[in-house]
């Protein structure tokens, strides 16, 4: 598998745990939002969780960084491979870490979390996951 396509599985992965992050959001609110909210207390208690979960994804981040310059560091080696697929698994660990707070989100609906609150954990979830995004100037 050359350099050029390892890079499009990776950024097809992106896009796909992108979908699996947020699309779970629009589909609670569709099928939960209009009723009564089950324990309305919890909202707030859900929110911080939500906000909290965005400090889990903190050693991920370290341990993508370090995967990502011992990648660099492997191009045009034999070691090449191997670092691209120990590149892979880190950050297939770090972006599912990443969906946690827009899954909190999605729980949160049944609890009657207001929609601006929801949508600031989705866009938290956007920008951690696009700090995963595979660099141009790699390989």
């Known amino acids: 598998m050359?350099?050029?396509?390892?890079?499009?599985?990776?950024?097809?992965?992106?896009w796909q745990y992108l979908a699996v992050g947020?699309?779970?959001l629009p589909v609670m609110a569709w099928a939960f939002g209009g009723r009564q909210s089950l324990i309305?207390?919890?909202?707030?208690?859900?929110?911080?969780?939500?906000?909290?979960?965005?400090?889990?994804?903190l050693p991920r981040f370290g341990?993508?960084?370090r995967a990502l310059i011992a990648t660099s560091k492997a191009i045009d080696t034999?070691?090449?491979?191997?670092?691209?697929i120990e590149l892979a698994r880190v950050r297939r660990m770090a972006l599912l870490f990443a969906c946690f707070p827009a899954?909190?989100?999605?729980?949160a609906v049944l609890v009657g979390l207001e929609?601006?609150?929801?949508i600031l954990?989705?866009?938290s979830t956007v920008v951690l996951l696009y700090l995963y995004r595979i660099p141009r100037q790699l390989g």
């Open 115 to 118: 929609a601006v609150a929801q």
């Open 40 to 57: 309305p207390v919890l909202a707030i208690p859900l929110f911080i969780g939500g906000v909290s979960t965005m400090f889990l994804s």
């Open 103 to 107: 899954w909190t989100a999605a729980l």
């Open 22 to 24: 947020l699309v779970p």
């Open 2 to 14: 050359t350099r050029g396509e390892v890079k499009r599985r990776l950024s097809l992965a992106w």
């Open 78 to 84: 034999s070691q090449e491979p191997a670092a691209w």
């Open 63 to 65: 341990a993508y960084k």
């Open 121 to 123: 954990l989705a866009i």
